[in-house]
Antibody, heavy 117, light 110 residues
């Protein structure tokens, strides 16, 4: 069974840093692209970032470019999102998502990140 | 990276059909057949319902179907059931090597 379990969410002050982790199981992580998608409270889904199978090709939404970094460790079955210089509008549930290239086929349950002083 | 445009809400009675539109540009919906649709119930993670415009994953009811014309994609749900009440989001790959979601549509089954 495919499982994606996010951790590392919590309360962080504006300008601070946080690292989200995503533990993958039930499939061969190295065969899939992985994404982070976020959802601000009461609002819609927003794509954040994507990493290819090898970690050599990364892409980001303009709103997080230069502040967030996606990475992966296929040997440990882990995907990460390093969030630096966070802002109030980064407050959201962050989902770790597997993509079969052009579709998001499995989603984690999400990790809540709250940016507040 | 502007969000794709969806109606904020649609409604229908049990047994009826509804269609949710998703309008993008020639840089996303109109450029690629990489449009997908997701269903999200309150407090739950989204679920893939349609991918590559018209394809249904295994296990998704054939009451769900997708189409595309120009810069607009559509999701049609036929034979509405109470369990279909949820938020629906479209998504497309873009020429910027990024992905973009629609703003979401709340479906109410009357």
């Amino acid at each position: 069974e495919v499982q994606l379990v996010e951790s590392g969410g919590g309360l962080v002050q504006p300008g601070g840093s946080l690292r989200l982790s995503c533990a993958a199981s039930g499939f061969t992580l190295s065969s899939y692209w992985m994404h982070w998608v976020r959802q601000p409270p009461g609002k819609g889904l927003v794509w954040v970032s994507r990493i290819n199978m090898y970690g050599s090709d990364l892409s980001y939404a303009d709103s997080v470019k230069g502040r967030f970094t996606i990475s992966r460790d296929n040997a440990k079955n882990m995907v990460y999102l390093q969030m630096n210089n966070v802002r109030d509008d980064d407050t959201a549930v962050y989902y770790c998502v597997r993509s079969a290239v052009w579709r998001f086929d499995y989603w984690g349950q999400g990790a809540l990140v709250t940016v507040s002083s | 990276q502007s969000a794709l445009t969806q109606p904020a809400s649609v409604s229908g009675s049990p047994g009826q059909s509804i269609t949710i539109s998703c309008t993008g540009t020639s840089s996303d919906v109109g450029r690629y057949n990489y449009v997908s649709w997701y269903q999200q119930h309150p407090g739950k993670a989204p679920k893939l319902m349609i991918y590559e415009v018209t394809n249904r994953p295994s296990g998704v009811s054939d009451r769900f179907s997708g189409s595309k014309s120009g810069n607009t994609a559509s999701l049609t749900i036929s034979g509405l059931q109470a369990e279909d009440e949820a938020d629906y989001y479209c998504n497309s790959f873009t020429t910027s090597n990024t992905w973009v979601f629609g703003g979401g549509t709340k479906l109410t089954v009357l």
